[in-house]
C-alpha cells in the first residue's frame, strides 16, 4: 500500500502514527510546503518570547521519520491532484503517485480587504517563518499595530510586548475574540491588556496601511475608522494582520475533490472521491454538537480527524464522530478557556459564577451553556481546575438536573455528582 | 461565666523542626485539637482538647508530635490526687454523672500477674508444638453425665455444642457501642479463624447474617433487635444478665449514636436513646431465668445452646450453680475488669469482681455439687494476652471471652472516650466520617494475627507443661502456683504458692 | 480488513472511597516522591520553594472523601490534545508522562481530561503536571503505599 499524506502538521502526524498502529509494512510519503521538521504552529508565539527553541517546538522527536517509516518530502508545494491518474502534482513538475491519498493541509491566513497588506513590514502570523521575520522587527521600543484580535491575533500581542514592543490592537467587533468570548469575559482580558499598556480599539476596521512611495515600501503607519466615522492614524514600525483563517484548499480548483468552506467529508474522513480523505483544519466534518457542519481549527480536534482518517485509510472500520471544540489561551497572567457552545444561542440557558479574587486568588468568570438538562458549552476565565471533568460531561451528554447546582462550584468533582452518575464516569468499564 | 478550674489532662508537644503543617493531624482529629491557622500558615493545637488517642501521632509523616501528661501539677497529696480533685470540679461544674469508657483501669492488684506456670522437665517431658500437633480445639455445650455407646457409635445424641478452634472468642460489643466496620472485623475474624464473635444488645446487622454460623446473638434486657430469624440467624443465643463493667445497671446508647443503620438494626426510632433496663422485665428469679432460657430452646428447636453471661459480683459460685440447674449450657462471667462503651465511672471501678478469683470459686463449686459437666464456663473481664489464656482453662474456664484486646488489634488506643462518639479510629463511632478509618480487611487482617500469635505461644506454654490438649488442662490447678498472695487469696483461687 | 495491535499494559490507580479517611497523606508522599529530597521529607518540604504540587486531586465533601489521579488511560485525551506533543504514552510501560522541558502550559489538556486530574503548576514553571505512577520511583506509586488505610490500590488491566 502506498499512503501519501499532504501536510506535515497535526493531522497528519495523527495519520501517519495511526496507520502505522495498523500497516507498518506500507510505504508512507509526508509532503509539506514548510521545509521544516513538524512542528507545532501555535508555538511561533512562544518561540518569540523565547519561552521554547526551534528544538523544542518539534512537535515530535527529531527521529519521527525514520521510525515511523516516512519518506518526509519537506519544502515541496502541491499545486493539483489528479484524481484519475492518482497523482499528486508539485510545483517543481514532479508527480507523485499514491493508493490512498490524505489531504491535511491546514490553514491559510484569511486576507481582509485593506489597501497595503502587501507591504515587506505587514506580516501574518500563523507560521514559524513568519515569526522569523517579525524577530527583526520586533525590538525594544518599537511600536506595533496587530490587527485583528482573534486568538492568534492575541497571542502576537503577547509576545510582542514581552520583547518590549509597543502594541495597539484593533478589531472590528465590540469585544475580543468575538466567537469564544462574551461581553464580561472580553472586559476582563481588556483589562489585562490595559494593564501591560497594550492600546485596544474596538468597533473600529482598518482602512489601509500606509507607507513610502512604492507599493513595497515600508508600512509606517495604519489608518482605522470607528464606527462613528471618526478616523486615527497609528504610527507603526510593523504591522501583524491576524484577522482569521480559512481552509487551504485553493490547490483543489480542478481536482474533482467537493469543498464547501472545507473540503467535505463523512464520518470515515473521506471525500467523494475514492481513495482521498482529508483532515484537520482543511476538512469539513459535521459537528455533532452544534448539529451542522463545521471547519473545527484546533489541535485535538485535527487529532482525532487525522487518527480517524488514518485508521480508515489503513483499512478498520473506525467512524470519526466529533468532540465538543475546546479552545485554551493563556495571555499574561490570565487564563481563557471555552469547550463547545459558548454564545447564548436561541434554546439554551446561560448559568453564570463570578468571583471576586482574594489577594492569592484571581477574579474569575465561569459560563456555564445549557440546553435543557444537558451542558453544551462553557467558557472560563482564570478557573481551569476540573475543566475536563465539564467537557465530558458535555461529550456524553450527562443529564446534569441532579446537580444543576453544584457547577461551578470551588469544589466541583464527582462528588458533585449523585453516586450513580459517579460510579459510571469512574469505574466504566474497568473491572477491580 | 463560670471558671474552669480544671487544667488539661495532656499535652500536644510539637517538634517546629520536624512539623511541616501538612495538616494531617488538623484533618484527622475529631475533637479538633489541632487546627490549621491560615494567617500564620502553620497548624496549631489546643491540650485541653486531646484525649490522647495517639491518632494524630500515628499519622504524622515526620513523627512530629508527642503526647504527654501535661506538665501541670496540683501540690503532692497521695489522698487528695489529681484525679479525685479534678472530678470533683467536673461534678461542681455540671451536676452530672461522671461518664467513662473500656475497663476498670484503678490500681487493683491483677490476679494473673500473681499466678504462674509449670513446666515440665524431668519425669514429664514437654512437647516441642512444631513437632508434634496440640490440640486447641474446644467444645462448648452441656456435656452429659456419661457417654452411652453402643455399637461403636454414641447411643444418645449430645446437647447443642460449639465448635471453637481455639478457646478464645470476642465478647459481645453491640453495634451501636461499636461501628459496623469494627463489626465485620469480628465477624470475618471468627469466620476465618473458626471461633466465634458476639452481638451484643444492639442486634445483628442485615450485612452481618452471612456470618452466622460463627455468631452468638444476644438477648438482652432492652431486647433490642430480638426477632424470630435474629435468634435462628446465630450458633448460639445468650442471654444478657449483666456486664463486668457495670453490674447492677441496663445500657444506655445516647440518641446521638442512633442513626439510620442502628435505628432499624435495634427496631427502635431513629435518634431515641436506646436505654436497656437493668433487669429484664420478665425475669425477676431464678425459675423466671429457666423459663426463658427453655422459651429461647423451643423458638430455636433446641439446636442451639443457650449461654447466659453475668457480671462477677459476690456469692458468684452460688448464682452460676442456680444457673446451671436452670438449663443454661454456657455460663459466661465478666470480670470488674472488663470493657464499656460507656458506663458512670464510679459503677465501673468500685462494682464487681476480679474474674480470677470468681471463675475460680464458680468452677470448684460446680465440681464439689457435681453438675460441672452441665454447662461450659467461659470467662472474660480483661484477657490481656495468651498467659491469661492459659491460667484462666486452669482455673476452671472453658473458653475466653475477649473484647478490649481485639480493639486495641484494631487500633484501640485505650483513650477512654468511648461514650463521646468521636472515636479517632473508627471503632467506637457511628460518625460516617470515622467509621470509614477502620478499613475491615486490614482490621481482620490484624486481628487474624493477633489471634494467630496467641495460638502459637498457647501451644508453646501447653507443651511446655507436657500436655497436648486444651482439655487436659481445663480446670487443672495443679498446673498453677501462686506469688505475692495471701492465704485466703490462695485458697479462693484453689492454687498452692510457689515453692509448695 | 487490518488489525489493531496493542500490547500496551494498562496499570491504573484507583480508590476505594469507603475507606478514604481523608487525611492526604497520600498528597504528602506524592510531594516527596517527586521533590529532590525524595529520602528526607523535612527537607522536600522546608527546603524547596514554592512547594511542587500533588498529583493527586482529593476529592472531599464529608463524610465522603477519595484521591483521583492520572488513569493512564488506554485512549489518552491529553496525548491528542497536547499542542507541543509533549505529552506522550510510553508504548512500553502504558504510563502517560508530560515532558516538563516541551510542555508550555497551555492547558488544553487540562479541558481534554476526562477525570480532571491534570493540574496548573503556576508557580512551579508554569507547566501541566500530573501522575507519572511514580515512574521515577520504580513504578512504585508512593501515594498507593502509603496509604494508611488502604484506599487506593493497583488495578492491572491486561
Known sequence: MKYVIIGNSTAAVAAAEAIRTADREGLMTIISDEPHHTYSRPLISYYLFGRTDENKMKYRGADFYEKNGIIPMLGNKVVGIDASAKLVILENGTHINYEKLLIATGSRPAIPPIKGLQRNNVFNFIKLDDARLIEKYAVKGSKAVVIGASFSGLKAVECLVERGVSVTTVDIADRLMPRLLDASSSLMVEKVLADRKVRVILQTSVVSIEGGKGPDSDAESVIIRSADGRQETLPCDFAVVATGVAPNIGFLANSGVKTNRGILVDDKMATNIKDIYAAGDVAEVFDHYSSKNAVIATIPSAFEQGEAAGLSMAGLDRKYRSSPVINSMPLFDITVMGAGITESLLGTETIIRQKTGNGVTKDSYMKFVLAENHLVGYLFVNEASRAGIYTDIIRNRIDIAPFRENLGSDEFGFLSMPSSVRQGMLYAGIET | ?500 | MAELKTTIKHKKIMAKEEFCAGCRLCEVHCVLAHSKYRNDIVKAFKKIYPRPLPRIIVEEQKPISFGIQCRHCEDPACVKACITGAMSKDPETGIVTNDENRCIGCWTCMMSCPYGVIVQDVKGGHIASKCDFCIDNGMDPACVKNCPNEALFVVDQE
Not at chain 2, 500437633?133 to 455444642?161: D, H, Y
Not at chain 2, 478457646?167 to 470475618?188: D, E, H, Q, R, Y
Not at chain 2, 470493657?339 to 464510679?346: D, H
Not at chain 2, 507436657?466 to 490447678?477: D, F, H, Y
Request: aromatic content about 6%.
Open chain 2, 1 to 500: 461565666m463560670a471558671i474552669d478550674m480544671t487544667f488539661p489532662e495532656f499535652q500536644i508537644e510539637r517538634d517546629r523542626d520536624k512539623c511541616i503543617d501538612c495538616q494531617v493531624c488538623a484533618r484527622q482529629c475529631s475533637n479538633q485539637a489541632h487546627f490549621y491557622d491560615e494567617e500564620e500558615g502553620i497548624v496549631v493545637s489546643d491540650d485541653s482538647k486531646c484525649v490522647n488517642c495517639l491518632r494524630c501521632v500515628t499519622l504524622c509523616p515526620t513523627k512530629a508530635l508527642t503526647i504527654k501528661k501535661h506538665d501541670m501539677e496540683f501540690k503532692l497529696n497521695a489522698n487528695w490526687n489529681e484525679t479525685a480533685i479534678k472530678e470533683i470540679y467536673k461534678q461542681a461544674a455540671t451536676g452530672g454523672m461522671l461518664l467513662t469508657g473500656m475497663g476498670n483501669d484503678r490500681n487493683y492488684p491483677i490476679f494473673w500477674d500473681h499466678i504462674l506456670l509449670n513446666a515440665s522437665q524431668v519425669t514429664n517431658p514437654s512437647i516441642d508444638p512444631l513437632r508434634e500437633p496440640i490440640e486447641l480445639k474446644t467444645f462448648l455445650g452441656s456435656k452429659p453425665e456419661r457417654v452411652l455407646i453402643e455399637n461403636g457409635r454414641l447411643a444418645e445424641p449430645l446437647p447443642p455444642q460449639l465448635e471453637l478452634e481455639i478457646p478464645v472468642m470476642f465478647s459481645a460489643m453491640s453495634f451501636g457501642s461499636i461501628s459496623l466496620n469494627a463489626c465485620k472485623t469480628l465477624a470475618m475474624t471468627a469466620s476465618a479463624i473458626g471461633t466465634m464473635y458476639n452481638t451484643g444488645e444492639g442486634g445483628l446487622h442485615k450485612d452481618l447474617y452471612k456470618y452466622g454460623k460463627n455468631t452468638i446473638v444476644q438477648v438482652a434486657s432492652g431486647r433490642f433487635g430480638v426477632h424470630p430469624e435474629y435468634l435462628n440467624a446465630g450458633a448460639a443465643i445468650e442471654i444478657k444478665m449483666g456486664q463486668g463493667a457495670k453490674p447492677g445497671i441496663g445500657g444506655h446508647l445516647p440518641g446521638e449514636k442512633v442513626g439510620a443503620e442502628v435505628s432499624s438494626t435495634r427496631m427502635i426510632p431513629l435518634g431515641t436513646d436506646a436505654i436497656s433496663p437493668a433487669p429484664h422485665h420478665d425475669i425477676y428469679s431464678i425459675e423466671d431465668l429457666k423459663q426463658l432460657i427453655y422459651a429461647l430452646k423451643e423458638a430455636t428447636e433446641y439446636r442451639k445452646p443457650v449461654s447466659v453471661k453475668i457480671a462477677a459480683v459476690h456469692n458468684i459460685a452460688a448464682i452460676c450453680s442456680g444457673i446451671a440447674r436452670a438449663g443454661a449450657d454456657i455460663i459466661a462471667i465478666d470480670g470488674y475488669r472488663g470493657g464499656t462503651g460507656s458506663a458512670p465511672t464510679r459503677i465501673r471501678d468500685n462494682v464487681g469482681i476480679p474474674i480470677e478469683l470468681a471463675l475460680a470459686a464458680v468452677d470448684s463449686r460446680l465440681r464439689e455439687e457435681g453438675i460441672r459437666n452441665r454447662v461450659s464456663l467461659v470467662c472474660g473481664g480483661s484477657i490481656r494476652n495468651s498467659a491469661d489464656i492459659i491460667k484462666a482453662v486452669a482455673l476452671g474456664a472453658d473458653a475466653v471471652y475477649v473484647a478490649s484486646a481485639a480493639l486495641i488489634a484494631m487500633g484501640c488506643h485505650m483513650c477512654q472516650k468511648c461514650y463521646t462518639g468521636k472515636c479517632n479510629w473508627g471503632i467506637a463511632t457511628q460518625d460516617p466520617n470515622l467509621v470509614k478509618r477502620l478499613n475491615p480487611e486490614i482490621g481482620t487482617r490484624r486481628l487474624k494475627n493477633l489471634l494467630n500469635a496467641w495460638s502459637h505461644e498457647m501451644k508453646e506454654m501447653l507443651g511446655g507443661m507436657g500436655i497436648n490438649a486444651i482439655e487436659s488442662l481445663r480446670g487443672n490447678r495443679l498446673m498453677l502456683r501462686g506469688i505475692g498472695l495471701m492465704d485466703n487469696e490462695l485458697r479462693v483461687l484453689g492454687i498452692k504458692a510457689a515453692g509448695e
